[in-house]
């Protein structure tokens, strides 16, 4: 036998192994979060409104511009049990192209026509004014109060005008009959989608809105809808876009040319009754929606401004940074003779405050980790500022709410209020280990009774490595 080998390659087995234990997140004041751990994780669930959520600068849904200007991050995580945690509106969608239709450029690069500016319109008994459906998104208002009311749009030709999708996002305040946008060409040839049709499913393929409201979006591709008029049968060319009827909206989007759909974002859906979840692609979006994640919009909205962002949040233990914000002991405890040590550990917990910030839906909850006779005691405290722990004169106990089942602690949580929520826990080694900063007990910032080398060489990589450096050992004096 090669022993050089050999014990080589049971270094390597071990370091494998090894490598294969779980590592726990961290959090602040030391505390392990994984699978294993049993650490409390009370949490503030809220539904959180990001005022203006840039997309050249943010990373994911849980950043915001705090009161200086500067990008920041929510202390929370996305609520796991939604599938959609987030939620938009297309009409408040600030994104490069949005209103450069018709693409007629100047020799600067800047487009020199929008459909979205109202001086460029033609009116015939309607009224069209310029507008915003969000700060700095710029709109179109079309208001006609008739059937025969309409306005003309006609600085762009399009020879290709079959394969261009009609793009349409709109805020619809008020509307009566079946007003309808119209492409034309330069022989009376047209094609025409609905706006407004309150007798029409929601996701009609050439209608805009059934119902009033905001965030209206259609795409359709001219070559799938019926050519009308007194051409030559044919959509030849596209030059003019004309509305028509009684209805009053704030378009933030009219194209013509664009040769495919614009991507609003991807939920997550079981679409097949399998019980497994997909991923489905949102074009046509009515009023706000909710997606999966920011990742999933078109490629033309990555540096887009998103308005009024919703976002269902949980603002949990495990999420905070602050060391000052944990305190967490271990001990062995005479008064607890059947349990190997006895925690004591304390959270502080708030909704920042910001301007661009708001809350709905608040609450203060507690699934619980352990076994309700574990809870020695539990006590929240409210409105704690900067208190240190061990001050805090104002708890309110809260032991007798524990089972097995999720505890609301506080169901009027508001912004800038700080929580204590403090805890005595009686827990075995193992659990402690789990909660503890490393894998294995005994290292970091808390004091405890267990872990240690003993405990490294009862598990399955000291169990190996014993037997490595044995084996070697009565390699070495002829034994084997």
């Known amino acids: 036998m ?45 539904d959180v409104t990001v005022d203006e959520w840039d997309g050249a600068e943010f990373d994911n849904a849980l950043q915001y511009y705090d009161d200086s200007g500067e990008a920041a991050q929510l202390p ?19 994104f490069d192209q949005r209103d450069e239709f018709p693409r007629n450029d100047d020799e600067s690069g800047d487009n020199s026509a929008s459909a979205l500016d109202s001086s460029e319109w033609t009116v015939s008994g309607a009224t069209v004014s310029d507008t ?18 309409s306005a003309t749009y006609g600085n762009f030709s399009n020879d290709d005008a079959e394969k261009g999708y009609i793009t349409i996002a709109a805020d ?21 989608v609905e706006l407004y049709n309150s007798s029409a499913d929601e996701d009609a393929d050439a209608v805009l809105a059934n119902s009033t409201g905001e965030g209206q979006v259609l795409q359709v591709q001219m070559g799938d809808l019926t050519v009308q008029g007194s051409g030559d049968g044919t959509l030849d060319s596209a030059e003019e876009v004309q509305i028509n009827g009684d209805i009053d909206a704030d378009f933030s989007v009219i ?69 000052a914000d944990v305190s967490a002991s271990f001990s062995q405890d005479n008064d607890y003779p059947n349990w190997d040590q ?23 909850v507690d699934d619980p980790t352990l076994p309700d006779e574990r809870y020695q005691t539990v006590e929240v405290a409210e409105d704690v500022g900067d208190t240190e722990f061990e001050d805090i004169d104002s708890y309110s106990d809260v032991t007798d709410s524990y089972g097995s089942s999720e505890v609301t602690l506080d169901s009027t949580v508001s912004s800038g209020t700080e ?62």
């Open 255 to 323: 194209d013509t040319e664009r040769t495919r759909e614009l991507q609003f974002g991807e939920r997550l859906e079981d679409t097949d009754d399998d019980d497994e979840l997909e991923t489905v692609t949102v074009t046509q979006p009515n009023g706000a929606y909710s997606v999966a994640n920011m990742d999933g919009f078109d490629e033309v909205m990555a540096d887009a401004t998103f308005y009024g962002v919703t976002v269902d949040a949980v603002f949990q233990a495990s999420d905070l940074q602050d060391d």
């Open 419 to 480: 929580y204590a929520i403090s805890y005595k826990l009686t827990l075995t080694n193992g659990e402690v280990d789990a909660m503890q900063m490393t894998a294995g007990g005994g290292a970091g910032p808390m004091a405890s009774g267990g872990g240690g080398p003993i405990d490294f060489l009862t598990s399955l990589p000291g169990i190996i490595f014993g037997g490595v450096v044995s084996f070697l050992g009565l390699k070495r004096f002829g034994v084997v």
């Open 2 to 46: 090669n022993i050089k080998k050999t014990a080589f390659s049971a270094l390597i087995a071990v370091l494998v192994i090894s490598s294969m234990v779980a590592t726990p997140a961290m959090a602040a004041g030391g505390l392990a979060w994984g699978a294993d751990s049993k650490a409390p994780n009370p949490a503030i669930s809220a």
């Open 132 to 149: 915003t459906t969000a700060p700095s998104t710029d709109a179109l208002n079309y208001a006609g109060t008739a059937s025969s009311d």
């Open 172 to 192: 619809v305040t008020s509307a009566s009959g079946t007003p309808t946008l119209q492409v034309n060409d330069s022989d009376g040839d047209y094609v025409e």
């Open 342 to 364: 006895v925690a004591n550990i304390d959270y502080k917990i708030e909704l920042p405050t910001a301007f661009d910030l708001s809350y709905a839906n608040t609450e203060l």
């Open 76 to 94: 929370a995580s996305l609520n796991e049990s939604t599938d959609n945690p987030i939620t938009v509106t297309a009409t408040d969608i600030d």
